[in-house]
């Protein structure tokens, strides 16, 4: 019987605004390269397998200057090389750091609030797991979930990122459930499925973007909307 259910942040609970390609695709114009909407979802698919790789070795937070040099110009390499886009290195590190003076800023989607007051009818612990580097407590206000979610686990409270173990044991704590009784919902195979299953909690694909079709690794959903009927095959 599931007692608890954690949830990644961004790409699960919340996404940018403006949105990747609108923010990629100035910035690129800044240089005259052109990228399409299919093409961003592609390349950030890629991107982000890379940055689930880094924190698995390395956390991104941790890592000298001219680490995160090279990895951010990576990253967007493989963003731009969605659409087709081939960058050098050095290219790609321009254009890094004309989308970072960019304003954005992150909004839950549409679906979230709605799932959550479903869940917590249900009776049903909710958390948050997040590698940002923010504390519990701003990262709960800031997108509006106090009132949603019984407590939230960041990397910054922790010490820990996903996919490591810590981070997951920190949240079945907060939540009394032991890890047979726990789902965690997330968007990344390494970070959320693959940690999540590293403690013996039942991962769920949220695949939003629809970069993981074919997954047969555990369920995979496209809408939070989905969660609440999947329960039922825990019972």
């Known amino acids: 019987m599931i007692k608890a259910i954690f949830f990644d942040l961004y790409g699960t609970l919340a996404g940018f605004q403006p949105s990747r390609y609108e923010i990629q695709s100035a910035a ?27 924190n698995a070795v390395k956390p991104i937070r941790e890592l000298e200057r001219q680490e995160r040099i090279d990895f ?3 990253y967007e390499r493989r963003v731009l090389a969605g659409s087709g886009v081939e960058v050098t290195p050095e290219r790609a590190h321009e254009i890094w750091l004309r989308i970072r003076e960019m304003p954005y800023e992150m909004h839950r989607f549409d679906d979230v609030l709605a799932t ?9 612990s909710l958390g948050l797991i997040s590698n940002l580097d923010v504390g519990a407590d701003e990262i709960m206000e800031n997108m509006g979930l106090t009132q949603y979610l019984d ?18 044991q920190a949240a079945l704590s907060r939540s009394g459930a032991a890890p047979g009784e726990a ?34 690794m555990c369920p995979r959903i496209e809408t939070m909307m989905e969660l609440p009927g999947l329960l039922s095959e825990y019972a």
């Open 28 to 54: 690129c114009a800044q240089f005259g390269l052109t990228v399409t909407p299919e093409g961003i979802l592609r390349g950030y698919g890629a991107a982000d397998v890379l940055m689930a790789e880094q």
């Open 72 to 74: 951010f110009s990576e």
């Open 116 to 124: 959550l007051d479903i869940l917590r009818q249900q009776g049903l």
């Open 151 to 168: 407590f939230a686990v960041t990397s910054r409270d922790v010490g820990s990122t996903k996919p490591h173990p810590p981070i997951f």
């Open 183 to 216: 789902i965690h919902v997330g968007d990344q195979i390494t970070s959320d499925i693959e940690g999540a299953k590293g403690v013996g909690i039942n991962p769920v694909l949220l695949d939003r973007d629809g970069n993981h079709v074919g997954v047969t």
